[in-house]
């Protein structure tokens, strides 16, 4: 069971996290601007779908509160999907 998990662990969480590393150091992000039409969600990490992209937004590190039914720019990390960026547009 345990190596389970820790296989769990390595091929979706780290592997995806190591290939955005890349893209860190070149400031080489996605982005997408639209209506944030769904945040779904815990305390920290929430999921927010705009343009039919699911993205990650961390709120223990970002806390931009992004809301629903709103217009934003967002920009994300490709791999992990996490927002690097949210910039709400009127």
Wanted: hydrophobic share 45%; net charge negative.
């Amino acid at each position: 069971m345990c190596i389970a998990i820790f296989i769990f662990f390595l091929i979706f969480i780290e592997v995806p996290s190591i290939r955005d590393i890349p893209s860190l150091v070149t400031d080489d992000f996605l982005s997408t601007e639209g209506v944030v039409t769904e945040v779904r969600g815990g305390r920290s990490i929430f999921s927010i779908c705009i343009n039919n992209i699911e993205v990650e937004e961390n709120n223990w590190f970002f806390g931009a509160g992004v809301k629903p039914d709103t217009k934003y720019k967002i920009t994300y990390l490709k791999h992990t999907k996490f927002i690097i960026k949210a910039e709400k547009i009127n």
